[in-house]
């Protein structure tokens, strides 16, 4: 409705050069991945490796890591983008790798919250002392071509099988671990299992899901587990803080260490979540291009495979992950699924889900001043309580500085009452044996 | 059986708490722990030994240093809100709510209508810490403070976030010589203001309601601004006798579900807790104490030569900084050697200090030595130019300068870290090139450490020294005090000494300033000449902690205190004139001075103005935002575009339209309404509706929905919508229209025109949050403005109630449309209006580039008017940007409102009487991105980049000081550019 204000002129460029990721490269360089989502990560890194690429998840995380991150990028910029680029450069300093022939890569959104700006900022941080080490992003939208990771239709297909795997398997280990009778079980089974997905990998089975997540129900189901009842705490919030140890103070393992059953939903719901994003702003603002219904399609099958996982998670007694479908429901509930900028409404949908699964303690877990968060994250809590009665939400923020004190204080303020609230429900529970 | 013992160890206390089996209350204690935790612990247990022997005890400690002592020593931990909450429900069974204010923390426990517990944030700053802290900035006792508040007569509004904020509302009033009476009142208001909007939430603290802690129990004054804000009676504001120790006896209460041990046994596994090694420390900043003696000689080099006041004869200059935490004064001969000089702390009025000194230099001597010229400098030069009438009144940026010159000509980096405030500036060619000052969230600086010595029992000379020796100084993050002091609590968790602490804070301080404020990649970025300066770096820890973090040598001059001083001297040495009209002994002698403050009727804004009458007469005010203020016929507003651009933005009505009325709707004039309103506007309009507007931002509106902001650190224009939401909800319309809005208007110079996530969905946050709000009353359907399809269907539904045609709403936006189509046709038209008459007049411009929402006086507090008053044209990047080529950045340009700065900022690199100020509002996350990139467009073609950030601070000092270094810095380049 409004006409462009150019004056005639050609645009100035004030961008700065930036090295580029070329095809050859493929042969000549190191790629180095931040570390989030470990088993995911390890699957994905392993078949790509086959595939012929070099690369590394890095793990280092010590203080270091945050200083470098803070010295580089400005300090108001979200906390997982002062992570990842702090331990890319203390990974390049360390002196393990040949900085002329290493890129390093990040995935990249595209949508309007800041974190679509992390490539150039990890740009702008690498090129006073890393100027010749390429920033690879990792889009589905089309972004920085000239410097993108190639993504062909077979390697979208082993990324999404990856994903599901690492989802069953992350969301298996939770639910065996603090129950494991044998300390180490549930360790051992996950690694057996990794191993497993990727001999599947291997001979190119990847796609028959339905024998590898049988598989892994089946050595799950093998660990001895205790039955005693522990408080079930979910952990939901912005992507990287949610899944990443560096990012949250290893919070699954402080959780564990406190008695409780950490439930984490999955990543496949973010990958579905952006998928379903392109499809509603179709509808809500016609907003449509060629890839809208490929986005319709995509979904389309991912959900058909998610519910034939989740019928099998059902049958072998464990808790399946969320259907999707029934997220945008519980979102529905919450807010409008317009709110789309950062982790948006899957926020609290995820909220309202684990509420009804009977995890009604939470860890919403936040970068400092995360802008989607206000609305989605903090924004929210009011209304999950008023809609479910025992809900017990904690906020985080998660910030360089913050210190673990703080954050473990809060956290074990609402284990206090997630306690509290089991050994009513007990009581209840007696009560009604007893009539 | 065995008795109950609960220990709670605070941040700052360890209270303890004896109960017999039968749950009565036989011993308690409460005492400071000065960081010595373990110690205090123990001490207090021999005192329960003594009273009771031996014998078994149910032990459990709480509180948020008591975690790590539990968790070492094995003894049984209780989260202490739950603590607190099962003393309640033993005690209090019928209390609705409970508010508790530690030394560093601050909780609130709802009990009936839904249990609930919540504690502070980690931006929500400390309470009792916070409260010791202003009354070290006032220079009284707390209890002194808790008197003087009785006293009050009025209540200053000071930002309730955290005490930084906080400081720098209070320290201009005190320099101002507002009442300490009222100050103190303000404190505790700001204590319940932070309480009730960080902590609530959202949730209206009603009912009967329990106070805890100590501070609450010990203040009255605190007491009586949280029943007279809450508006709770005798009968529902309950403050336990035992408030204190509420939290130990709740431990010990809980201790009841724990085995009991023997006395001896519970001492001894809290003697023998480990230290654990979870901290992370640092290097020794001296090996040895030979290291330590070469780094003094090295720096003895950079001292000033002497000469006697008593017996020099002949001319001397006189410069005094008046700063906002110390009043420094120097008399300078002509060749620059020092006669007197003085530093000292304000503890209040600095006018009384500097007439003091003034009246000894004159009996010193003994009409030997004329004044041949005098200049003030710092916060209070203003005041105190024109109480002593001194001859000039400079920038205290540029005083820096002229001293540092003196001591390096080469100087290239200079960096001052004073008591409040951090600034650095860089030197190019000769003339101050950038200007960095820390932003209200940073200020780590001196006087953190000094109320942190004195917390710990000490003076700041000494704690300091003792870090110099420290062995394993910790490492505590470089952020905000807030943060810090948290930093500080885990490394006492962790055992670590007060000689490491100490050491830890000191670069602390200097991390802070090197990475926050001036934010350098490495160290080289700072320059290779670097001279230190500041109070702050007379400390040896601070000064070798600095030397360590650049690996450089820098020069601090013996005067570094008094830098700001020597350069007002050296100033009025160089410009002096004829005659210096500084006070004589004579007219000194009699000279005298009234305070008055009163709240300015002249506009709006109600600004707490000062009124200080001389003895001879003449007055002085200061407060005043405008010349109304100070009882002078306000200057025109021509050259501020702002002021036009919220007057014809609120003059968008015309009348609804058509015969049949529809009904009446509200419109908040916030956030994305700043540019929109217009187009809503004609859009009811023509749908026949009735169009109110919410009432104008204002601090008391800002007050009416502070209980429904979700989220404490969300921007102050987001936090101000929910007091347009009141104030419409009181105005009874028929509903409240704000839309969701993900997409902006495309303009067609960015990859993507989003809004920033706040502004695209906040009424969710405002529905979720606000229980007037419901379905019926609050419409906000999902709208992307650049599809007329979807919009008018969304339009459509949204408003299905009040029957409109598909037809009447296509009319009604084209009517919207054409609208804000002429909106920003006249602010077009007004910023070249603007421009031309600055052109002909010769007058500089400045483009004060924010968001459309920044045109607000409650947001950006006047910044327009300020710089108008400074004799410069203000132009808004909306006027502008249209005019500046488009650019292409480094970073992902998608967002419309940002896209504008970027261009913006283009169009002024291409004029030369052009320049550009950023404003940021505190919180802004995608403003950490633009604003590096906006400095980048205006440096790499050679213009000064200054950002302003401003949040609720209502306090222009800071700004006042920044934007007058920019216009020398400006003015200095410009006459460069003529010589050459």
Redesign the interface.
């Known amino acids: 409705?409004?006409?462009?204000?150019?004056?005639g002129?050609?645009?100035?460029?004030?961008?700065?050069d930036y090295p580029r990721f070329t095809p050859e490269m493929k042969h000549t360089h190191k790629i180095l991945v931040p570390d989030m989502l470990p088993v995911h990560f390890g699957i994905i890194v392993d078949f790509l490796h086959k595939d012929g690429w070099d690369i590394e998840v890095l793990h280092n995380d010590s203080?270091a890591v945050i200083d470098e991150g803070?010295?580089?990028v400005?300090?108001?910029?979200?906390y997982p983008a002062l992570c990842v680029t702090g331990q890319f450069i203390d990974a390049l300093k360390s002196g393990k790798y040949d900085v002329e022939h290493t890129a390093v890569m990040i995935t990249q959104s595209?949508g309007?919250?800041?974190a679509?700006?992390y490539?150039?900022?990890i740009?702008?941080?690498l090129k006073?002392?890393f100027p010749k080490v390429p920033v690879i992003s990792l889009n589905f939208a089309g972004?920085e071509k000239d410097s993108g990771f190639p993504v062909g239709l077979k390697t979208l297909l082993k990324l999404a099988f990856a994903v599901f795997y690492g989802d069953t398997l992350m969301s298996l280990f939770n639910q065996c671990k603090p129950y494991e009778l044998e300390e180490g079980a549930s360790a051992k089974a996950r690694q057996e299992c990794v191993e497993m997905v990727n001999a599947a990998y291997d001979r190119g089975k990847y796609l028959s899901y339905m024998p590898i997540v049988r598989k892994m129900l089946e050595r799950f189901s093998k660990i001895e587990r205790s039955r005693e009842e522990k408080v079930k705490v979910g952990i939901v919030g912005e992507i990287y803080v949610k899944y990443s140890p560096l990012g949250n103070s290893h919070l699954e393992e402080f959780l564990l260490s406190e008695g409780c059953e950490p439930v984490v939903p999955a990543l496949m719901d973010f990958v579905m979540y952006c998928a379903v994003n392109n499809v509603n702003?179709a509808k809500?603002?016609?907003?449509k291009s060629i890839a809208t219904p490929l986005f319709a399609v995509v979904y389309r099958y991912l959900l058909h495979v998610q519910r034939r996982i989740i019928r099998l998670t059902e049958k072998y007694g464990f808790e399946p992950l969320h259907d999707f479908e029934h997220l945008r429901r519980c979102a529905d509930k919450?807010?409008?699924q317009?709110?789309?900028?950062?982790e948006?409404w899957l926020i609290p949908a995820e909220m309202a889900a684990l509420a009804e699964t009977g995890t009604d303690n939470i860890v919403c877990a936040q970068p400092?001043?995360?802008?989607?968060?206000?609305?989605?994250g903090?924004?929210?809590?009011?209304?999950l309580?008023q809609m479910y009665?025992h809900e017990n939400i904690v906020?985080v923020?998660y910030?360089?500085?913050?210190?673990?004190?703080?954050q473990?204080?809060?956290i074990?303020?609402m284990?206090?009452?997630a306690r509290?609230n089991l050994k009513e429900k007990q009581r209840r529970a007696e009560g009604a044996d007893k009539k | 059986m065995a008795k109950f013992m609960g220990i709670d160890v605070g941040s700052t206390t360890v209270k303890v708490c004896v109960l017999s089996e039968t749950y009565e209350i036989l011993y308690t204690s409460y005492e400071r722990h000065f960081a010595r935790v373990k110690e205090c612990v123990l001490d207090q247990l021999s005192v329960v030994e003594g009273k009771f022997g031996g014998g078994d005890f149910r032990v459990c400690i709480t509180g948020?240093a008591g975690?790590?002592l539990a968790e070492r020593s094995g003894v049984p931990f209780?989260?202490e809100?739950?603590a607190a909450f099962t003393a309640i429900r033993k005690y209090y069974p019928d209390a609705d709510a409970a508010v508790e204010l530690g030394g560093e923390d601050a909780k609130i426990i709802f009990i009936t209508g839904?249990?609930?517990?919540r504690?502070n944030?980690?931006?929500a700053g400390g309470t009792g810490a916070f409260i010791d802290q202003m009354a070290t900035l006032l220079n009284i006792s707390v209890p002194e403070m808790d008197e003087l508040s009785l006293k009050a007569e009025k209540v200053y509004p000071i930002a309730s976030r955290c005490g930084v904020f906080a400081k720098s509302d209070i320290q201009p009033l005190l320099n101002q010589g507002a009442r300490k009476e009222d100050i103190s009142a303000s404190i505790f208001r700001a204590v319940v203001d932070q309480t009730v909007a960080g902590l609530a939430?959202?949730?209206r603290i009603k009912g009967k309601v329990l106070f805890l802690g100590g501070p609450l129990y010990f203040l009255k004054g605190l007491r009586r601004a949280f029943k007279e804000t809450l508006g709770l009676d005798d009968a529902h504001a309950v403050f336990p006798e035992n408030a204190p120790c509420f939290m130990s006896i709740g431990a010990a209460l809980y201790a009841e579900n724990v085995d009991p041990m023997p006395l001896a046994e519970a001492v001894e596994r809290i003697k023998n807790a480990k230290n654990s090694d979870d901290i992370?420390t640092g290097e020794p900043l001296f090996k040895d104490r030979a290291e330590y003696d070469a780094f003094v000689a090295r720096h003895k080099a950079s001292d000033l030569a002497f000469e006697d006041i008593k017996t020099y004869r002949g001319d001397a200059y006189l410069g005094i900084d008046s700063g906002s935490t110390t009043t420094k004064l120097v008399l300078i001969t002509p060749d620059c050697k020092l006669l007197y000089e003085h530093y000292q702390s304000n503890n209040g009025q600095p006018l009384d200090i500097v007439l003091e000194r003034l009246r000894e230099i004159y009996a010193l001597a003994q009409g030997r030595i004329r004044i041949a010229g005098a200049a003030t400098t710092g916060y209070g030069e203003d005041l105190i130019k024109a109480a002593i009438k001194a001859d000039f009144g400079i920038v205290e940026t540029v005083a820096h300068f002229k001293a540092a010159l003196h001591f390096d000509p080469k100087v290239d980096f200079i960096i001052d870290i004073g008591g409040q405030d951090i600034k650095c500036f860089k030197i190019k060619n000769g003339a101050i090139d950038n200007i960095m000052l820390n932003e209200a969230c940073s200020s780590g600086c001196g006087s953190f450490i000094q109320t942190f010595a004195k917390a710990m029992g000490m003076e700041i000379d000494e704690f300091s020294k003792l870090g110099l020796f420290a062995k394993h100084p910790v490492?505590l993050?470089?952020?905000c005090t807030v943060?810090?002091n948290?930093?500080v609590?885990?490394a006492q968790?962790e055992g670590a000494s007060v000689e490491d602490i100490s050491a830890g804070l000191s670069s602390s301080i200097v991390k802070n300033a090197i990475?926050?404020v001036i934010?350098?990649?490495?160290p080289d970025e700072l320059g290779s000449n670097i001279l230190v300066q500041g109070g702050t770096f007379l400390n040896d820890a601070v000064l070798r902690s600095f030397e360590l973090e650049t690996g450089k040598q820098v020069v601090r001059p013996g005067i570094a205190g008094l830098m700001g001083a020597f350069g007002a001297a050296l100033y009025a040495k160089e410009n002096v004139g004829e005659a210096s009209t500084v006070v004589t002994e004579a007219e000194l002698r009699y000279f005298t001075y009234t305070s008055k403050s009163h709240v300015c009727k002249g506009c709006t804004s109600h600004c707490n103005v000062n009124v200080i009458g001389f003895s001879d007469g003449r007055k002085f005010i200061s407060g005043n935002k405008c010349e109304r203020g100070a009882g002078l016929k306000p200057h025109s507003d021509e050259l501020d575009i702002y002021a036009y651009k919220y007057a014809r933005l609120l003059d968008c009505r015309t009348g609804p339209q058509g015969k049949k009325r529809r009904g009446r709707v509200g419109l908040p004039v916030a956030l994305g309404f700043y540019e929109q309103l217009p187009l809503w506007a004609g859009f009811f309009e023509a749908c026949g509706f009735e169009v109110v507007f919410s009432e104008k931002s204002s601090r008391q509106l800002y007050f009416k929905g502070q209980h429904t902001v979700?989220?404490d650190?969300?921007c102050y224009p987001?936090k101000l919508t929910h007091g347009h939401i009141e104030s419409l909800l009181d105005e009874n319309v028929d509903f409240i229209f704000y839309p969701?809005e993900?997409?902006n208007?495309?303009?067609?110079?960015s990859a993507?025109h989003?809004?920033?996530?706040?502004v695209?969905?906040?009424p969710?946050?405002l529905k979720?949050?606000n229980e007037r709000l419901t379905a019926q009353n609050f419409v906000m359907p999902?709208?992307?403005?650049?599809?007329?399809?979807?919009t008018v269907r969304?339009l459509h539904k949204a408003l299905k109630k009040y029957k409109l045609s598909r037809r009447l709403i296509g009319r009604g936006l084209k009517e919207g449309?054409a609208r804000l189509g002429k909106f920003q046709e006249d602010v077009h038209e007004k910023g070249n209006e603007i421009s031309a008459k600055a052109e002909k007049r010769g007058i500089p411009v400045v483009v004060l580039a924010g968001r459309p929402y920044h045109v607000d006086p409650e947001i950006n507090h006047g910044i327009g008017k300020l710089l108008t008053s400074l004799g410069i044209a203000v132009l808004s990047e909306d006027s502008v940007f249209?005019?500046g080529?488009?650019?292409?950045?480094?970073?992902?340009n998608?967002?419309t409102y940002h896209a504008r700065l970027?261009r913006a900022a283009?169009y002024a690199t291409e004029h030369d009487n052009v320049d550009l100020v950023q404003l940021v509002s505190f919180?802004c996350?995608?403003?950490?991105?633009t604003?590096?990139?906006v400095r980048?467009?205006l440096e790499?073609r050679g213009k000064l980049y200054t950002q302003i950030k401003i949040d609720e601070i209502n306090n222009l000092g800071v700004v006042k000081i920044r934007l007058r270094s920019m216009l020398a810095a400006i003015e200095e380049q410009k006459r460069r550019r003529e010589k050459r």
């Open positions: 409705m409004k006409k462009k204000k150019t004056n002129r050609p645009p100035v460029d004030f961008r700065d203080r803070l010295k580089h400005h300090n108001d910029t979200c595209g309007g919250c800041r679509s700006n490539i150039p900022l740009r702008k941080a006073s002392e972004l702003d809500l603002y016609n907003k919450v807010l409008n317009g709110v789309k900028m950062g948006g400092f001043g995360c802008l989607p968060n206000h609305i989605a903090k924004g929210t809590i009011r209304t309580k009665e906020a923020d910030d360089p500085s913050a210190t673990k004190v703080n473990e204080n809060r074990k303020l284990l206090a009452t509290e | 948020s975690l790590g209780v989260q809100v739950q839904g249990t609930e517990q504690m944030g980690s931006c939430q959202g949730r992370v490492e993050g470089s952020r943060f810090m948290s930093s609590k885990q968790k990475y926050k934010r350098a990649k490495t979700a989220s650190t969300v987001a969701c993900s997409y208007l495309d303009e067609h110079d993507n989003y809004n920033c996530p706040v695209a969905y906040y969710e946050l979720a949050n999902y709208i992307d403005l650049n599809d007329a399809k979807t969304a449309f249209f005019k080529r488009e650019v292409l950045v480094n970073v992902l998608q967002w970027y283009e919180g996350g995608i403003d950490a991105i604003t590096d990139e980048s467009i790499s």
